[in-house]
């Protein structure tokens, strides 16, 4: 692979005197196979690599990339995006990253066995996946997609203004979605196994995720409509999170669209609530050396105890809000950088899965919600999603539903929250996974 | 884009180990944005994106790889590594001879990179200055211009060549109201295939006042029902419903794999006979229109229901093959970088005859939906929601409170029987993206105003 870094080095050589230049240049390395009926569907192996340039004059600011890292290309981009900084408005706060003592986390994210397993070995996962699912039980009638996948990526920052930082992660997974049918009806069910290499995926944990978890729905009907008891399965309180994260943007809180302006070190959430974001964990799929402005990642206590403790924020946000950017600058080259939340985790409970189900009389358990882009309104708070999943009723899982909705507010289910589990796991979506107890809950059906 | 003579050769590369079917797909795309934010133009974006994919099929398995280098080294190295799913396979001499017309003029007036970035820039603070005077209530405004010009060219081993050169421009704003309910937002947005001309017939402080007045509305707004009711949706407001309702149903890569519950039901009455849906990639300057879709084939008009009955799905260009069918130009891909699954275009719903507003009359009770946000299905299920970003009560056949957004849920093959009144006035409804298995594309949808009779809304009220 070119060197990133002299790349970005490259670029930044480049600044005219009296501007600020910041190049952001990755690079990786993706494979995809797709296996179905026994063969292989599709296989697609790349490597694609780009650069976004940033400058800044006399607070305004200018962005141009380029999906290649073409010398001549890049020149041009930088024209342009110095053409592109006329046209904006001064700002006394915009400006790029400066060093700030914060060590870089020492995380090993690339291991050398990603790199040497050979591609026919990625095609046989994919087809055993597939095999393995079929296997599994004998409704499975068809698998829309049984895949494996894999990337390896390197990033450098450089900026006029002394950043110079890279760095370096990889990932693969297997995921399938199996459809099931009995008695006429039909349900589509997914499964998930994510390392950082090949030698720790889970296939017996995809598959059976991926079929028990659809076969369970077979002959859900639509329920009434009520309050309840929710428990989240894990990836549900994980898409969960990953709203919520948006709304602790100190981008968000300074500009008035977030419910949480203001409300520093009070009360908003329940005592069980703890929440903080940590890409400094080697075990989250969000872990990472440098933020999006070379910048060190670092670990940001959101909320403790169900007390608001801060927000997130990138340079820009820091210096208006007359705080120190916290290294939550997110971004891929085709974008300049805004505030993100990686690897939001919430601090786990004491009781398992099976104990949160144990003691709850009446609820349901919410197995997958949909439409959270159209249902869920981040500035207002407003929820309502789709949901299936089954009723839980003296402590065991019955009857499933499907069809339905639960519905709250943000504000509302943070202080509803009656218990975190003790299950977490780190996703690939970005946020930990953990089993969730809300209470008071809108069940919207029939 | 490419000389002719290299696409040819680059082909042979890719069937040298036995492909039977080879294809190069080079795009070439610009885009240019700028956005207003807090009152002030944060920043203005260009960007440049240029490459080609080339796939190389043997039997039922697709080999893929994709490069930003469009020398003849870097295709003919793309061409060798999606042609390594071939390796088992004999190899031979193949002959390719392209005919086609590789490059297309561009069907706009006024394109993109001919406007001066500061008349760009001028539409954001206009529009911003609207929104803020439509009432005080109105804390925080954003505004977004978006233009992008995409050429493409398409050659496979069948001989096929075409190209399209597709410009499209987009504008939007949203507003945050705040108030002792809290926060609220309304947003307004609106996109053609077009140049800069879109804005000859579109006023962007009326667009900045439209979205203010939907934020500063919903402040008053009431929790949504939660609970089944009849549903009007406003016409251009709602074409979604079918995007979900159906539209992914009836993708043929999902019909295939008994990934959807349309799966088998050609011919049968699968809709109230006042729902004829089409998906038109045909339709002058929409959203998801164009001259060929990324497999190189013109795009068409395809009626998918009639009358209430089942006529077709859409195809991509392999599935067709497979099938021996025509092909229905639905074969489409986010960018050079992507393999090419079936899409939508434009799906809508036909006109119908009732007057709209005699339709909310005969409601005694109900909600009015003026707009609906973005939606999501399972296609095996042919459960979706969607959600409603502005909506109102129906009490007694009159348009009355608003109320706070919500999902609606329900299931494809049920709702579409359920519509029981369609209006007589059609529109096409703001651009959108559809998501599909990681790709976004472009996509128009519309109808006329129509009831449900019944459908779950995820509101909290009781």
């Known amino acids: 692979m070119n060197d990133v870094a002299g790349i970005a080095a490259l670029v930044v050589s480049w600044a005219h005197p009296g501007e600020d230049v910041e190049a952001y240049v990755s690079r990786s390395r993706t494979t995809n196979v797709r296996a179905y009926n026994g063969d292989v569907e599709s296989l697609s192996s790349a490597e694609p690599a780009g650069a976004g340039v940033r400058v800044v004059v006399g607070g305004r600011q200018g962005f141009a990339w380029a999906g290649t890292l073409d010398e001549g290309v890049l020149k041009e981009a930088l024209e342009e995006a110095r053409d592109n900084a006329a046209f904006g408005q001064p700002d006394e706060f915009a400006g790029l990253a400066t060093p700030d003592g914060v060590a870089l986390p020492v995380l090993d994210l690339v291991p050398s066995e990603l790199a040497a397993t050979p591609t026919s070995a990625k095609v046989e996962l994919a087809l055993e996946l597939e095999r393995a699912t079929r296997a599994r039980d004998a409704r499975v009638t068809g698998i829309r997609a049984a895949t494996y996948a894999d990337s390896y990526g390197e990033v450098a920052v450089a900026t006029t203004t002394g950043i110079s930082a890279v760095g370096a992660a990889a990932m693969c997974y297997i995921a399938v979605s199996p459809i099931v049918e009995a008695d006429g009806d039909t349900q589509i069910g997914s499964g998930l196994s994510a390392a950082r290499a090949p030698s720790g995926l889970d296939l017996d944990r995809a598959v059976t995720d991926g079929v028990d978890r659809a076969v369970r729905l077979l002959g859900a009907r639509k329920p009434p409509s009520r309050r309840v008891t929710a428990v989240f399965d894990p990836d549900v309180t994980a898409e969960f999170l990953a709203i919520l994260g948006g709304t602790l943007s100190g981008d968000a809180v300074l500009k008035g669209r977030s419910f949480f302006a203001g409300r520093e070190g009070e009360r908003v959430a329940s005592a069980a609530v703890t929440l903080v974001s940590d890409p400094t964990d080697a075990g989250s799929f969000d872990a990472g050396q440098i933020d999006g402005e070379g910048l060190a990642r670092r670990r940001v206590p959101l909320i403790e105890g169900g007390h608001l403790q801060g927000f997130l924020y990138d340079t820009a946000s820091g210096r208006r809000a007359g705080r120190a950017s916290t290294g939550s600058a997110s971004r891929g080259y085709s974008s300049a950088p805004t505030v993100g939340a990686p690897a939001l985790t919430l601090a786990p409970g004491t009781r398992s899965r099976a104990e949160l189900l144990a003691s709850l009389d009446d609820g349901v358990c919410v197995q997958d919600v949909s439409g959270l882009h159209s249902g869920v309104n981040p500035v207002s708070g407003d929820f309502s999603v789709g949901a299936t999943g089954l009723a839980v009723r003296n402590g065991a899982l019955a009857e499933p539903f499907r069809e339905a909705t639960i519905a709250s507010t943000l504000q509302r289910m943070l202080l509803d929250v009656a218990e975190v589990g003790a299950d977490i796991e780190w996703l690939p979506g970005g946020p930990a996974g953990v089993t969730l107890v809300v209470h008071d809950v809108s069940l919207g059906g029939a | ?462």
């Open chain 2, 1 to 462: 884009m490419l000389d002719p003579s290299l696409v040819t050769d680059v082909l042979h590369t890719a069937l040298r180990t036995g492909g039977e079917f080879a294809e190069v797909f080079a795009e070439d795309a610009r885009s240019s944005t700028a956005r207003l934010d807090d009152g002030r133009v944060e920043e203005v974006t260009s960007g440049r994106s240029r490459g080609a994919g080339i796939r190389v099929v043997v039997g039922d398995t697709t080999g893929f790889a994709h490069t930003a280098d469009l020398s003849p080294a870097g295709l003919h190295a793309a061409a060798e590594a999606a042609s390594a799913v071939a390796r088992h396979g004999g190899g031979g001499t193949v002959t390719v001879a392209l005919s086609g017309e590789p490059s297309r003029a561009p069907g706009v007036r006024v394109l993109p990179e001919t406007v001066s970035k500061a008349d760009k820039v001028a539409l954001l603070t206009r529009a911003d200055a609207a929104a803020r005077a439509a009432g005080s209530g109105v804390r925080q405004v954003s505004a977004t211009y978006a233009d992008s010009r995409r050429r493409i060219l398409v050659a496979n081993s069948d001989g096929l060549m075409a190209g399209d050169d597709q410009v499209k421009t987009r504008f939007a704003v949203q507003a945050v109201a705040s108030g002792d309910t809290g926060l609220q937002t309304g947003r307004e947005s609106h996109g053609l295939a077009q140049g800069f001309e879109l804005f000859d017939g579109f006023d962007v402080e009326e667009a900045g006042r439209v979205a203010a007045e939907r934020a500063l509305t919903k402040l008053r707004a009431r929790p949504a029902p939660s609970g089944t009711l009849p549903v009007v949706l406003k016409s251009g407001g709602g074409g979604v419903l079918f995007h979900e309702a159906c539209g992914h149903g009836l993708e043929a890569d999902l019909v295939g794999k008994r990934a959807s519950v349309f799966a088998g039901r050609l011919g049968e009455q699968v809709a109230s006979p006042l729902v004829t849906l089409v998906d038109d990639g045909t339709m002058p300057s929409e959203w998801g229109t164009y001259a060929i879709d990324d497999e190189g084939h013109p795009a068409s008009r395809n009626v998918l229901i009639q009358d209430g009955v089942l006529t077709d799905y859409m195809y991509d260009f392999l599935r067709a093959r497979s099938e021996q069918r025509p092909v229905s130009a639905n074969g489409r891909r986010q960018s050079y970088r992507h393999l090419p699954m079936v899409r939508m275009t434009n799906t809508f719903l036909v006109n119908g005859t009732e007057d709209p507003d005699e339709i909310v009359r005969q409601t005694p009770h109900g909600v009015y939906v003026a707009q609906l946000g973005g939606g999501q299905v399972n296609t095996t299920t042919g459960d979706f929601v969607f959600g409603m970003t502005e909506a109102y009560l129906i009490e007694d056949g009159r348009i009355t409170e608003p109320l706070r957004d919500a999902n609606l849920i329900g299931n494809g093959p049920e709702v579409l029987t359920l519509i029981d009144v369609v209006g007589n006035d059609f529109a096409m409804g703001p651009p959108g993206t559809c998501g599909k298995d990681g790709q976004g594309v472009p996509v128009g949808d519309g109808q006329p105003t129509l009831r449900v009779r019944a459908l779950t809304i995820g509101g909290t009220a009781a």
